[in-house]
C-alpha cells in the first residue's frame, strides 16, 4: 500500500480544535490499514507570527510542496489585527494557494437529512441536496492588473480592478469540472456574465469548446450568473456541477454555504495543475469556517467540516473513494442518531463538544467497518 504524506497545519482559534479530531481519524485509518498516512505538522498564521515574525516559515513552505496534501485549519484572532499587512494571519493561506498554484476551488453543498431544519430554506428545496461549486481561485478581478485607485485632483477618485482571463486559465478550470461532473451525475452548469462582459464571452465560448472536444458525454448548460444565483436558492437540486469565476464563484459559494445550514459542515479542496510525470495535483483541503474567537478553547467547535475536508483529501488525491464514502456516512449516522455540536443543535437541546463529536465519528467508522 502507497504511503501518503499529509502536512498538518492546524493554525489558530478552533483550528488545532477541530484538527485534533482529524488526527483520530487518521490514526484509525492507519490502524485499520484503509490508507497508510505518514504525518507532519506545521505552524501557519498567527501562531507562527508569534514564533517567527511571519505567517508562515519557509521551511513549512518546502514541506507543503513536498507532501502529497495539505490539510489546513484556520487562521486569524483579534490578537493578531494590528500586525503589519504582509505577515498577518491571512497571509500564511494565500502564499500556500499562490506557490502549490491551487488554482481550482471545490465546495460541496450538501443538506444532511438530519440537519434540513437548520437550513434558511424550505424542507422541499434543500432535502437530500448534494451539489458542488466549482469555483476559480487563482485568476479574475482578485489579481488582474491594473487595480488602483487614482486621485483625479478635482475632489474625486478613481478605483479599478481589473477582470483578466486567459484561454489556459478557462480549459483548466473546465477540464477539473467535466472531470468532477463525469465522477457525479454528469452535468455540469457553467456561470458567467457574458451579456455584459467580453471575459464572460471567453469564458462560454472555452467551456463550450473543452466540452465540444474532450467531453461531449457530460451534459453542459450556460447560465448567466446573475440567473443562476437565483435558481441556486431557488431550485438547488437542479444542480450536479457548478463553474464559475473567481468572484462569482466567491458569492455563489457562499449562498451555496447558506442552504446547508451551518458554517462548521462545510469541507472544501483546492487543487493545483496535473504533474505532467506523476499525474499528482498539490492540494489544499481545509473547512470553509475561520478560526472562530468566540469559542476558540472552550471544546464547543463543530469538527464537521475539518473531518469532511480529510474526506475530500482521501477521494481527491489518494482515489480512496470508498474510505471517503464510510467517513461522510459515518458522519451522516452520528447526525440522524440525534448528536449535534452546540452550532447545529436546536434552541434548548444537549450538544456534545468537539471531542465528543469526532469520538461519535471514530465508533461510527468501526462500527460500520466491522
Ligand atoms: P468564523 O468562520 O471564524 O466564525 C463565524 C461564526 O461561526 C462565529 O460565531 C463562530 O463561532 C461560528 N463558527 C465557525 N466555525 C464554527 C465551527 N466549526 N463550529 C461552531 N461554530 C463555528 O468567521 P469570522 O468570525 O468572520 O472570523 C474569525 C477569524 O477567522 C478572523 O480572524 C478571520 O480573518 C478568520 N478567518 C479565517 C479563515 C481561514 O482561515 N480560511 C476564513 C474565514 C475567516
Known amino acids: 500500500m502507497a504511503t501518503h504524506k499529509l502536512l498538518l497545519l492546524p493554525g489558530d482559534g478552533i483550528g488545532p ?7 483520530k481519524l487518521i490514526a484509525f485509518l492507519n490502524a485499520r490499514r484503509l490508507g497508510s498516512f505518514e504525518i507532519e505538522e506545521g505552524l501557519v498564521g498567527g501562531c507562527c507570527y508569534d514564533a517567527h515574525k511571519v505567517a508562515i516559515t519557509d521551511a513549512t513552505m518546502a514541506k507543503a510542496h513536498a ?34 498554484g491551487l488554482f481550482a476551488n471545490i465546495r460541496p453543498a450538501i443538506c444532511y437529512p438530519a440537519l434540513v431544519e437548520s437550513s434558511s430554506l424550505k424542507r422541499e428545496v434543500v432535502d437530500g441536496l448534494d451539489i458542488i461549486i466549482l469555483r476559480e481561485l487563482t485568476g479574475g478581478v482578485y489579481f488582474g492588473e491594473p487595480k488602483t485607485i487614482t486621485d483625479l485632483g478635482n475632489g474625486q477618485k478613481r478605483a479599478i480592478d481589473t477582470q483578466v482571463y ?3 486559465e478557462i480549459e483548466r478550470i473546465a477540464r477539473v469540472a467535466f472531470d468532477l461532473a463525469r465522477r457525479r451525475r454528469n452535468k455540469l452548469t457553467s456561470m458567467e456574465k457574458r451579456n455584459v462582459m467580453k471575459s464572460g464571452v471567453l469564458w462560454n465560448e472555452v467551456v463550450t469548446q473543452v466540452h465540444a472536444r474532450e467531453y461531449k458525454d457530460v451534459q453542459l448548460e450556460h447560465q448567466l450568473a446573475d440567473s443562476g444565483g437565483m435558481n441556486l436558492v431557488k431550485w438547488p437540486k437542479q ?14 459559494s457562499d449562498i451555496a454555504a447558506m442552504l446547508t445550514g451551518s458554517l462548521g459542515m462545510l469541507p472544501s479542496a483546492s487543487l493545483g495543475a496535473e504533474d505532467d510525470q506523476t499525474g499528482k495535483r498539490k492540494a489544499l483541503y481545509e473547512p470553509v469556517h475561520g478560526s472562530a474567537p468566540d469559542i476558540a478553547g472552550k471544546g464547543l467547535a463543530n469538527p464537521i467540516a475539518m473531518i469532511g475536508s480529510l474526506a475530500m483529501c482521501l477521494r481527491y488525491s489518494f482515489g480512496l473513494g470508498e474510505a471517503a464514502d464510510a467517513l461522510e456516512k459515518a458522519v451522516a449516522n452520528v447526525l440522524a442518531s440525534g448528536l449535534r455540536t452546540k452550532d447545529i443543535a436546536a434552541p434548548g437541546t444537549n450538544a456534545i463538544g468537539t471531542a465528543g463529536m469526532g469520538d461519535a465519528v471514530v465508533s461510527e467508522l468501526r462500527r460500520a467497518l466491522k
Open 17 to 23: 480544535e477541530v484538527m485534533a479530531e482529524v488526527k
Open 67 to 100: 507532501a502529497d496534501a495539505v490539510i489546513f485549519g484556520a487562521v486569524g484572532g483579534p490578537q493578531w489585527d494590528r500586525v503589519p499587512y504582509e505577515v498577518r494571519p491571512e497571509a500564511g493561506l494565500l502564499r500556500l494557494r499562490k506557490e502549490l
Open 166 to 168: 486567459d484561454t489556459y
Open 239 to 252: 444542480f450536479d456541477v457548478i463553474v464559475t469565476d473567481n468572484l462569482f464563484g466567491d458569492m455563489l
